[in-house]
């Protein structure tokens, strides 16, 4: 499995837990793939001579991690993995509901199951957001986490559910992803960060992707946070299976192929105006709905 990559070389741990440095072979590079051709995470197949290792073959890949990248291009930030933790920051920086929509969305969209973490608790005037948020989320079914690096509030569950099989944290940078690994595994050492004072945004501190094996025996992948999130190839139809909460509702609409958006006789929305639904959740769905219309022109 491929453990890190940079500068056209890629870091391999073999099936004796041995790992070795590859290239790719020549004719991989004209593979068409989507997006990198390989990432962390990925199952290669690795010919070993004296002089060199090159990585012959790609396997299928279970599931893949994708956001839209420059220019509307794929930008795959990892393969193979079991879940995905959304940070998000209470504060310093403060997280929206729509960021975090359209986090669980990319990760439900990756065809993995997504947890939610709601980060550094202790700063001041974050109980209200952590409590209507929790609830909020909660009642949806998802996993929701209220952590804080400095006091250990939730360490001990984020630790637990990093310690089985392969993860990935990911949200914007300064939400404090690599503090939280760092409470969960101190030898990790990984570099944190400063808010920016003129912006009051987060500095990237890690720059390149790897895959970490915690003492613990989980792996986590290390990757560069973002903000910017736009989905990639993002059927317009799938967009409201990524959210849970409208699948009994669409049953009931009056028309098959109900957008949510307009019809008459939208049982989504009527949900929504009873009560079952929040409004933040219809609102960002619409929009994401039109962002993947408008990508299918492209």
Same mark, same amino acid.
């Given at each position: ?8 070389? *890629? ?16 004719? /991989? ?24 290792? &090159? ?61 939610? #973490? /709601? ?17 909020? *989320? =909660? ?27 392969? @993860? ?25 960060? #400063?808010?920016?004072?003129? &912006?009051? &945004?987060? %500095?990237?501190?890690?720059?390149? @992707? ?6 613990? =025996? =989980? ?25 849970? +909460? ?7 609409? %009056? ?14 929305? +009527? ?13 960002? *769905? ?13």
């Amino acid at each position: 499995m491929v453990h890190e990559t940079g500068g056209g070389v *890629y870091s391999v741990v073999l099936d004796d837990e041995s790992r070795i440095e590859a290239s790719l072979r020549g004719r /991989l590079k004209k593979e068409q793939r989507t997006g990198s051709r390989v990432v962390i995470g990925d199952e290669v197949d690795v010919r070993i001579v004296p002089a060199a290792a &090159t990585i012959e073959s790609v396997r299928e890949r279970r599931t893949e991690l994708v956001r839209r990248g420059r220019g509307r291009m794929p930008k795959i930030l990892a393969a193979n993995l079991d879940r995905v933790f959304v940070v998000i920051a209470l504060r310093e920086p403060r997280g929206s509901l729509q960021l975090v929509d359209r986090m669980l969305v990319l990760v439900e969209s990756s065809g993995m199951r997504p947890v939610l #973490v /709601l980060n550094k608790a202790d700063l001041e005037n974050t109980e209200s957001t952590s409590t209507d948020w929790s609830a909020l *989320y =909660g009642s949806i079914g998802y996993r929701v986490l209220v952590t804080s690096a400095s006091t250990g509030e939730g360490i001990p569950e984020f630790h637990d559910e990093l310690c089985s099989g392969s @993860s990935a944290l990911i949200g914007p940078s300064g939400a404090g992803k690599s503090t939280l690994l760092n409470a969960v595994d101190p030898s990790l050492e990984l570099r944190t960060g #400063v808010l920016s004072r003129k &912006t009051g &945004t987060g %500095r990237h501190t890690t720059v390149g @992707s790897r895959l970490i094996t915690l003492e613990c =025996g =989980g792996l986590v992948a290390d990757t560069p946070g973002f903000g910017d999130v736009g989905l990639w190839a993002v059927d317009p139809k799938a967009v409201g299976s990524c959210f849970p +909460e409208f699948g009994g509702p669409a049953e009931e609409c %009056r028309f098959r192929g109900c957008t949510h958006v307009h019809e008459p006789g939208c049982a989504v929305r +009527e949900a929504m105006e009873d009560g079952l639904i929040a409004p933040s959740r219809l609102e960002n *769905y619409v929009l994401m709905r039109q962002e993947a219309e408008e990508q299918e022109v492209f």
